[in-house]
């Protein structure tokens, strides 16, 4: 009788189990509160902004990995060319041109949301000199080149459109080492920027490996 009752309790609790797995989709779903959620992808991002007072444009190419929704390790290349206009018998035209790169790092905050917050900084270094020319002559040369070590903390807004693409605006704030131009060039490349970007990858791979199939 007792080996009875328990065949019984056992045929109720596996029809419970089906019946369950069939109102959610035709899967057992364990717990899935530990599961780490993993991401890479390529993004693009253009900015404006000011060096020594004078309109800078910037554009980004930045790859990177994403841990949990919540941190990003990669790195990112910039470009900048600068209306600096400086006059000089050395140059007809004199604007600023460089770039720069590096380690880039963001902790991401709201990371479940579709909007989230970041703080991404940039840690490297790069070159800028001065146009000779005009920059559209592909004869132009760029003289005066200088290193510079660059730290750009900034914050932006992300929006989840889907799992494979990220919207990106936000703030920056660049920082560079002192050059050795003359005293009436720029100094440095310090300014602000702010810019539009858009990220390209899967942003939450193996998110249910936790689930399986009946």
């Given at each position: 009788m ?5 065949i019984?309790?056992?045929l109720?609790f596996?029809?419970g189990i ?9 899967y057992?779903?364990?717990n899935d ?9 390529l993004g693009?991002a ?8 004078k309109d800078t ?7 990177a ?18 209306e ?20 880039h790092?963001?902790p991401?905050f709201?990371?479940?949301?579709k ?13 800028v000199?001065?146009l ?15 290193a ?14 889907s799992?494979?693409?990220?919207l ?6 660049r920082i ?10 720029p100094?440095?490349?310090n300014?602000y920027s702010?810019g ?6 899967v942003?939450n ?9 009946i």
């Amino acid at each position: 009788m007792k080996k009875v009752k328990r065949i019984s309790a056992a045929l109720f609790f596996l029809i419970g189990i089906i019946g369950c797995a069939q109102e959610s989709g035709d899967y057992v779903e364990f717990n899935d509160r530990n599961n780490v959620v993993h991401g890479v992808y390529l993004g693009f991002a253009g900015h404006y902004g000011k060096i020594a007072g004078k309109d800078t444009y910037l554009g980004s190419v930045k790859i990177a990995y994403v841990a949990n929704q919540q941190f990003e390790v990669g790195f990112v290349g910039v470009g900048l060319y600068s209306e600096q206009n400086y006059a000089s018998s050395s140059f007809s035209v004199g604007d600023f041109v460089g770039g720069y790169g590096g380690l880039h790092l963001e902790p991401i905050f709201f990371g479940k949301s579709k909007v989230n917050l970041s703080l991404p900084l940039l840690i490297g270094g790069g070159a800028v000199g001065f146009l000779d020319g005009d920059i559209n002559d592909p004869f132009t040369d760029v003289n005066d080149w200088e290193a510079v070590f660059v730290f750009e903390p900034g914050i932006s807004i992300l929006y989840n459109i889907s799992r494979y693409v990220q919207l990106e605006t936000g703030f920056k704030y660049r920082i560079s080492s002192n050059t050795q131009f003359v005293s009436d060039k720029p100094k440095n490349i310090n300014g602000y920027s702010v810019g539009l970007g858009i990220k390209i990858g899967v942003f939450n791979m193996g998110r249910n490996r936790y689930k399986k199939n009946i």
